[in-house]
């Protein structure tokens, strides 16, 4: 059973703070990973996608992969209030051509 | 903007009745797949499809729902005798062929259907 596992939260983060997002996955097999940002009442949108162990920047943006420990993670730097909203991670096996595993989503707050 | 369309947005049905939710992936994406969010839960895959093919279903309850991308026409997610437990938001998303790089999916607003 693949599955995909974030904090809840909320996380609370002071403006101008890094934000850190952390994700663990079950599945070995897979191979890409996505982070996508929810609003309350919309649909998911594409943040940043990782393939390979280590480092993805993008923007105020890094995402995060150790495959070894099964972990991913998505930092924000310089956090604005519009950041706030939950965050949700997804693993895919192999290309990323098949359905997405969520976890559940980390609602995250910037203080102003 | 080309981005993935859904209609209807909000969709209200009573106990019984039928639910068809359509779906036009983006311009040049031929890759179309259905998730399901129930209130205060995440994201749930249901069904893939290609153009007139399902690829994998494994997320799609055995039992009143069912899905189509036919050659011309958007893909639909049908929901017979619905219940209220199928109350939910609906997604779709799509994405270009598959390949090496990953395959990134792109969501639309989705259907909001409310089951009285």
């Known amino acids: 059973q693949k599955e995909v596992e974030q904090n809840s939260g909320p996380l609370s983060v002071p403006e101008g703070a890094i934000a850190s997002l952390n994700c663990t996955y079950s599945?070995?097999?897979?191979?890409?990973f996505f982070w996508y940002r929810q609003y309350s009442g919309k649909s998911p949108e594409l943040i940043m996608f990782?393939?390979?162990?280590g480092d993805k920047e993008d923007g105020r943006f890094t995402a995060q992969l150790n495959k070894a420990s099964q972990y991913v993670s998505l930092l924000i730097r310089d956090s604005q209030p519009s950041d706030s909203a939950t965050y949700l991670c997804?693993?895919?096996?192999?290309?990323?051509?098949?359905?997405?595993?969520f976890g559940k989503g980390t609602h995250l707050i910037i203080q102003p | 903007n080309a981005g993935v369309m859904q209609n209807p947005r909000h969709l209200v049905r009573r106990r019984g009745q039928e639910a068809r939710l359509r779906c036009s992936p983006m311009?040049?994406?031929?890759?179309v797949y259905w998730y399901r969010q129930l209130p205060e839960e995440g994201l749930k895959f249901m069904v893939y499809?290609?153009?007139?093919?399902?690829?994998?279903e494994s997320g799609m309850p055995k039992e009143r729902f069912s899905a189509e991308f036919p050659k011309e026409g958007p893909s639909i997610l049908r929901i017979q005798q619905v219940v209220r437990g199928d109350s939910a938001a609906y997604f779709c998303?799509?994405?270009?062929?598959?390949?090496?790089?990953?395959?990134?999916?792109?969501f639309g607003p989705g259907t909001r259907l409310t089951v009285l």
């Open positions: 311009k040049g994406h031929s890759h």
């Open positions: 990782i393939y390979s162990n």
């Open positions: 599945d070995r097999g897979s191979q890409s």
């Open positions: 997804a693993g895919a096996l192999g290309g990323g051509a098949d359905g997405l595993t």
């Open positions: 499809l290609q153009k007139e093919n399902i690829i994998d």
């Open positions: 998303a799509s994405s270009r062929d598959s390949g090496a790089g990953g395959d990134t999916q792109y």
